[in-house]
């Protein structure tokens, strides 16, 4: 019956995941760099006034977001960039006038909407390309500092693991085993699940300024990054959690405060005969039951609402809050995070659960329990899965695919031990093992301690056989108690006349070996439970794997936007993408050119796509098409295209351009030699309004 349950679920699942990532569409998250004006190893002829970054999504900028250093490692920007026409994807900084020829590096470094940081570095040429002393993979800032991004990351993940241990627990407590909550264990669990959520979410408060900054240690009580933090959605959420961990503390007061102080609950007793005798009884204990179950209901739901809140301050400051679909991406988000605390903190609580001799009612309710979050996991993982990945090629070819596999794979492992858990419950509940009510396992606790105490006592009676007493003179002497027949005993041990040193030692040895079977039996229990709880501790440790795949894949772009950039440098980001240098065979390669003449005409504004081919050396068809804003073809003045190779001071070499149709031009160029060259695209849109743009061309 289980195993059909497994694989329906799974078959289910499969389908879902086939039909999302099957029909996926492509969407932004994760912030990523699309497009750079100059473009990236780009050669421009004359400077430019400002350099601007378009990235994926929308991005945070500060006073050193973008900065240019010439060929000397020195700054050139005018610093304090922004956004381009007011787009929040863009990022634009300017540029002081007079540079001279060389090659120009620009240093990046933002925040993007899903409060990732995210940075780079590329450089561009004016004139023809030289040699630079700047290192685009040593820049400061480039890159956050080693000890800060560890730091940081592994504040991420105690967060996780911290609120997974807090919700889960607290959720086992309310729903499994509300008298748990007097065990030192499980208070000890929720404080300690507390306690790291608070010191971690305070840690990464800190740390995300340093972070941003690519600083050291050093900043990290630098109150300015701080207040810069908390201006950012991230500082916003981390803030929240705060104040709803003072409330959580709250919480946790009412929970060990109403549930630990309980007494047993009242036992059931055999039916009189009479009727009315036994509807009074039922009535008077649910009445005496009353109060904990108000209690239970009053904290579940409160809990519940902690939780949720909780788990927004994570949904709302990561991947769910951009893209597609953000309406439907944030509850499932909360949901998924909620649904993981349940079981993998509920899983740690049910180790100790057992450990300190709960029955198997309490394990069959907590299978019910991880049953409902595994499938609440299910749908929203599944979902989650199409959003971020977004093709099937995704999965093996990005990071963010390939972590995905992982989790799903440890998931496997985690619904494997599961199966072997409620197999084990299974044989519990059918009476092989522990005990299905707390007053069965008492009446079998006690026969266990009195085989421990007839255990010793047959023990005493060798010893004190061994030594020369009878069993009764084992006994008479203390009065008829236990403490007194082993006190006795172990007296007559060290005054028996002519007892052997080492018989004496092998006797105590003995007895001490009684006891401590004893005491392992007691805390062992059946062979049953001994296997529910070795299953149940595996779904435990495989579960920490989770919580770090999970934190690493917060971390990694999502397989939609690497699909996003590699289309974006496909079609036309740089010339060194889009044709590979080092073939000699024929090819295509496709420029596209944004221009802006700077008029208002119909073709003004828009872009010039050139079309080269073979693209090696000798004769190359040219194909140029002008193309308004909306991609429609438009009609200039006068379209012109020349090519340089700066490398060898050649060129510029003309073209003769012969109209073909509307915005289109087509001609003929002999390529001498191989090498990067530099496409120089000349659009006139009226008698003064003209643009000049250039875009890199690998020959050969």
């Not at 972070?211 to 950012?232: A, C, H, I, N, P």
């Not at 108000?294 to 739901?301: F, K, S």
């Not at 030692?505 to 070996?513: G, I, S, T, V």
């Not at 012109?640 to 003929?668: A, Y």
């Amino acid at each position: 019956m289980l195993l059909r349950q497994a694989r329906t679920w799974l078959a289910t699942a499969g389908a879902l995941l086939v039909l999302l990532i099957g029909t996926a569409s492509p969407a932004a998250a994760h912030a990523a760099l699309l497009q750079t004006d100059p473009a990236q190893n780009s050669v421009v002829a004359t400077e430019p006034a400002a350099v601007t970054l378009t990235f994926s999504e929308g991005v945070t900028l500060s006073g050193d977001s973008v900065r240019v250093l010439d060929p000397g490692g020195k700054p050139v920007d005018l610093g304090n960039p922004g956004h381009a026409d007011g787009r929040g994807d863009t990022a634009t900084v300017g540029l002081r006038p007079g540079l001279g020829n060389g090659t120009y590096t620009v240093a990046w470094r933002a925040v993007s909407a899903d409060t990732h940081v995210v940075g780079g570095a590329f450089t561009f040429s004016i004139g023809a390309p030289s040699d630079t002393s700047v290192s685009t993979s040593q820049i400061q800032g480039a890159q956050a500092n080693g000890t800060v991004s560890a730091l940081y990351g592994t504040g991420r993940a105690v967060a996780y693991g911290a609120f997974a241990l807090l919700v889960g627990v607290a959720a086992f407590v309310l729903l499994c085993w509300p008298r748990g909550a007097q065990a030192r264990s499980v208070q000890r669990l929720l404080m300690g699940g507390w306690v790291g959520l608070l010191a971690a979410t305070v840690a990464v408060l800190l740390l995300r300024g340093p972070y941003e900054q690519g600083s050291g240690l050093g900043r990290v009580f630098d109150l300015s990054l701080v207040r810069g933090t908390l201006d950012e959605r991230l500082g916003t959420a981390l803030a929240a959690r705060l104040l709803l961990l003072a409330a959580g503390g709250v919480f946790l007061s009412l929970l060990v405060g109403q549930l630990g102080q309980e007494s047993a609950p009242v036992a059931a007793t055999a039916p009189s005969g009479d009727a009315e005798e036994d509807e009074l009884r039922r009535l008077e204990r649910r009445a005496a039951e009353r109060p904990l179950r108000e209690a239970r209901l009053a904290l579940g739901v409160g809990g519940a609402l902690l939780a949720l809140g909780l788990a927004a301050t994570w949904a709302a400051a990561d991947h769910a809050a951009v893209g597609i679909q953000v309406w439907v991406a944030l509850p499932f988000d909360m949901l998924h995070l909620v649904a993981m605390a349940c079981w993998l903190g509920g899983l740690v609580a049910l180790v100790l659960a057992l450990r300190d001799g709960a029955g198997v009612a309490v394990a069959d309710r907590f299978s019910k329990v991880a049953l409902v979050s595994v499938a609440a996991l299910v749908a929203t993982g599944v979902y989650q899965a199409w959003r971020g990945v977004g093709s099937w090629g995704a999965l093996v070819d990005t990071e963010y695919g390939r972590l995905l596999l992982i989790k799903v794979g440890l998931v496997l492992v985690m619904l494997g031990a599961a199966f072997f858990s409620r197999r084990w419950t299974a044989r519990l509940r059918a009476g092989a093992g522990v005990p299905a009510t707390a007053d069965a396992a008492a009446d079998q606790t006690d026969k266990a301690d009195r085989a421990d105490e007839a255990d010793v006592e047959r023990a005493d009676v060798r010893v004190g056989a061994a030594i020369g007493l009878t069993a009764d003179d084992s006994v008479t002497d203390s009065a008829g108690t236990e403490s007194a027949r082993t006190e006795s005993a172990g007296t007559d041990i060290d005054a028996g006349p002519g007892l052997d040193p080492g018989r004496r030692a092998q006797l105590e040895r003995q007895r001490a070996a009684v006891a401590a079977a004893g005491v392992r039996r007691a805390q062992d229990g059946s062979p049953t439970q001994a296997g529910l709880r070795r299953s149940v501790l595996i779904e435990a440790v495989v579960a920490i794997g989770v919580l770090v795949v999970t934190t690493l894949l917060t971390n990694a772009p999502p397989g939609r936007v690497a699909a996003q950039v590699a289309a974006a440098s496909s079609g036309g980001g740089s010339a060194a993408a889009a044709a590979p240098s080092g073939g000699a065979g024929a090819r295509t390669v496709e420029l596209k050119i944004p221009y802006d003449t700077g008029g208002t005409e119909a073709g003004a504004k828009g872009t010039a796509t050139l079309t080269v081919n073979p693209a090696t050396t000798g004769a190359n068809q040219l194909t140029l098409q002008v193309a308004n804003g909306a991609g429609q073809p438009v009609d200039v003045p006068e379209a012109q295209l020349s090519f340089t190779l700066p490398d060898r001071d050649l060129g510029p070499l003309p073209v003769t351009l012969t109209k073909s149709g509307t915005g289109r031009w087509s001609g003929t160029a002999q390529i001498p030699l191989t090498g990067e060259w530099v496409a120089a695209v000349v659009v006139r849109s009226s008698d003064i309004d003209q643009d000049t743009e250039t875009k890199q061309l690998t020959i050969g």
